[in-house]
């Protein structure tokens, strides 16, 4: 097969791309001008340098491919400002979308979230949950970003014949982080012993990103047009996770944990001074709010319909907190070298 991945550079983009290589298909990548890349440099692909609105280049990169693996994403939850996650979640899509529809894809694989699934705490959700207002304030902006964004591409598939479809990936760990990602900050922080607490009462659902990148070439063979698919290992705690990834690198875990109600006055201040200062405060009560997202979700339709065997995602923590570790020493030896 002939592949394009289109945000080869991202986190899983890269790990998505590598996947591919591996599997023996001919692969190509869209990257921005400038994008940092280490960690698909060493990989035989075709490059096409150009970013999401760029009609000519999206044109060219997906004549004669047969499958396109979407991996573009603004995840900075943060912003005061969101127009830049409706400009790239939504309005970069659909312009995406707009291309493939003519280009005569076998498939075109979505890289979503599954913060666009309803979920509530008490109950186990499924695919089948679903936002249905998506302009709901109560929803953060990126999470509106993320939702409208699937509903476009479930629309073209059910409207537009594209043959699409969504993966609603959870937080995602392993090695390769070049672009240290937030949730890999925080395993590099406990891998090099620099965290000062844990916060307290918040867990996530996991997925290890080499099994997320699986996930998403399946779905490519397997996965049934206009569906989407939940991938996730299990739900594990913030504090599992530091724990994890410290006894990895061999360092104490943080002894301190703090309970939530510290963490939002912690988060509530931190909007207030990106208020008072114009500045994105990356703990913030959008950001506490999306990190607080409890509820757990069933991923067996993604194991059933794609045959998806994930690793326990404690394994890609610990091989996190070893790339962070490796990463560290070598830049200690090219120092000391240089």
Known sequence: MTALVIGANGYLGS?????????????????????????????????????????????????????????????????????????TNVEGTRNVLDVAVDAGLRRFVFTSSYATVARKRGRVATEDDVIADVNDKRLTAYVRSRVQAENLVLRYARERGLPAVAMCVSTTYGAGDWGRTPHGAIIAGAAFGKLPFVMGGISLEAVGVDDAARAL??????????????????????????????????????????????????????????????????????????????????????????????????????????????????????????
């Open 15 to 87: 790990h998505v791309t590598r996947r591919l290589v591996e599997d023996g298909h001919d692969v190509r990548v869209m990257v921005r001008e400038g994008a940092k890349t280490i960690g698909i440099d060493d990989l035989e692909v075709t490059r096409f340098i150009g970013d999401v609105f760029d009609d000519d280049v999206l044109r060219a990169a997906m004549n004669g491919v047969d499958d396109v693996y979407y991996c573009v994403v603004d995840t900075r939850g943060w912003l005061r400002d969101p127009a830049p996650l409706f400009r």
């Open 217 to 338: 070439v399946l779905a490519a063979e397997k996965g049934r047009v206009g569906e989407r698919y939940l991938i996730s290992e299990k739900m594990i705690s913030n504090a599992d996770v530091v724990r994890i990834a410290a006894e990895a690198a061999g360092v104490p875990a943080p002894s301190k944990s703090i309970p939530l109600p510290v963490s939002y006055a912690m988060a509530a201040l931190g909007s207030v001074k990106g208020r008072l200062k114009g500045t994105d405060e990356r703990l913030s009560i959008n950001s506490l709010r999306l990190m607080r997202a409890e509820a757990p979700v069933d991923c067996s339709k993604a194991r059933r319909e794609l045959g998806w065997q994930p690793r326990p995602v404690e394994e890609s923590i610990r091989e996190a907190a070893t790339f962070w570790v490796g990463l560290r020493e070598a830049k200690r030896k090219s120092a000391q070298t240089g």
